[in-house]
């Protein structure tokens, strides 16, 4: 539940993208559209040649921290730099490399980690799948995102639609704001509000409560590599008979890339080698 939401409105920031300038003028060229750009962003979305190393900044009302991410073929791979903005304790030091040293001991976890991401990114590509049925868009005009043109897209949900699974039952509730850079027919900035309550599994899995919002920002980091650059959610609700708030931030910087070809025992030793930099404290 921590990175789902993420997972479904990053991809229902695909679905906006407009490879031309001109404002759909009907229901069924906006349909259009998202069904071409869908096709690009699907196959983007199963894209792994371009790997990245980057920044995360988390923050939430009880912790923030920074770690550096490194993607592999094998799976992402980090290492926390700094808690509340403080560099890490001897202490949490000497777990963090405990931690990355049982990784190379003992590649079976590393491999479960690498599932748990592919499950997360299958997830992610049903809702892309379903997503030209289940909104209706609407052009709602032209605006600036920084120094950049954008059109802007609202979304609602599609009264026709009837999700097929768990994974798809959220865009029912979905209402928001989705932000088109022309020229380069990708989304900048996506404002979503969850307009009534969302139960998984008739109740007894657990609910999203009406009010529920996300913000996603979008940007090219270098070489026509697109990523999130900022996320922010604040939601509440049930899992499981246990009521939880999500409430967070997220800002990735830094990015560079790295090889294609890098597995996870190279990834630990880059972070490992930077271990003496002083880590950051703000972005």
């Not at 550096?68 to 903005?85: F, K, R």
Request: proline letters at 5%.
């Amino acid at each position: 539940m921590r990175t789902f939401p993420k997972l479904i409105l990053l991809c229902s920031m695909s679905a906006a993208a407009c490879s031309g300038q001109n404002a759909p003028t009907s229901s069924s060229e906006s349909i259009a559209l998202v069904e071409k750009a869908l096709a690009t962003e699907l196959s983007a979305a199963q894209d792994t040649s371009h790997p990245m190393r980057y920044l995360l900044r988390k923050s939430s009302p009880r912790l923030t921290t920074i770690k550096e991410m490194i993607e592999t073929h094998d799976g992402s791979v980090a290492l926390l730099l700094s808690v509340d903005d403080k560099p890490c304790s001897d202490d949490d030091a000497a777990k963090e490399q405990a931690r990355l040293q049982g990784l190379l001991d003992d590649p079976g976890k590393q491999h479960h980690r690498k599932q748990v991401q592919e499950q997360d990114t299958a997830r992610a590509l049903k809702v892309l799948r379903v997503l030209p049925t289940a909104f209706l868009y609407t052009f709602a005009g032209q605006g600036m995102d920084g120094q950049t043109q954008v059109e802007k897209f609202a979304f609602t949900p599609n009264p026709k639609f009837d999700p097929p699974d768990l994974e798809t039952e959220i865009l029912t509730a979905l209402t928001g704001e989705i932000w088109v850079d022309p020229a380069h027919g990708r989304v900048t900035h996506l404002e979503g509000h969850l307009q009534h309550d969302v139960d998984f599994g008739w109740g007894v899995l657990g609910r999203l409560n009406k009010g529920g919002w996300i913000t996603i920002e979008q940007a090219d980091v270098g070489g026509d590599q697109w990523r999130i650059v900022r996320f922010q959610m604040s939601m509440n609700g049930r899992v499981l008979f246990k009521t939880r708030n999500f409430d967070t931030t997220e800002i990735e910087s830094q990015f560079m890339p790295v090889p294609s070809n890098l597995d996870y025992r190279q990834a630990i030793g880059m972070l490992l080698a930077s271990r003496t930099t002083a880590a950051p404290t703000g972005q």
